[in-house]
Nanobody, 125 residues
Framework: QVQLVESGGGSVQAGGSLRLSCVASGYIDSRYCMGWFRQAPGKEREGVAVPDTGDGRTYYADSVKGRFTVSRYNANTLYLQMNSLKPEDTGMYYC???????????????????WGQGTQVTVSS
């Protein structure tokens, strides 16, 4: 059974930085997609940063471009460096894994099979 464990969330002031980590247990093929998603209160879960193992590009939500950087250290480990944080970045951040290799990665939460428990990020103004 695959498990994903996120860490690194916390409370920061606007302009601050946080680094989120996600570690997956078990054997993970490096082609499988892993990505970061977030959900703010009252809003739908959205893709934040998803490296595409198909073409090597990375999807970033428009709202985080230039501020967030995702990196996949190895097949099991994913990071999200978040700089210049804004209050609107507040939410629960989730790491997710797609165990079906589709040839490319998407930003759609429905395409991901396994989810971590989430780590809370709170940014105050």
């Amino acid at each position: 059974q695959v498990q994903l464990v996120e860490s690194g969330g916390g409370s920061v002031q606007a302009g601050g930085s946080l680094r989120l980590s996600c570690v997956a247990s078990g054997y993970i093929d490096s082609r499988y997609c892993m990505g970061w998603f977030r959900q703010a209160p009252g809003k739908e879960r959205e893709g934040v940063a998803v490296p595409d193992t198909g073409d090597g590009r990375t999807y970033y939500a428009d709202s985080v471009k230039g501020r967030f950087t995702v990196s996949r250290y190895n097949a099991n480990t994913l990071y999200l460096q978040m700089n210049s944080l804004k209050p609107e970045d507040t939410g629960m951040y989730y790491c997710a894994l797609d165990l079906v290799y589709r040839g490319r990665c998407t930003k759609q939460p429905a395409d991901f099979d396994y989810w971590g428990q989430g780590t809370q990020v709170t940014v105050s103004s």
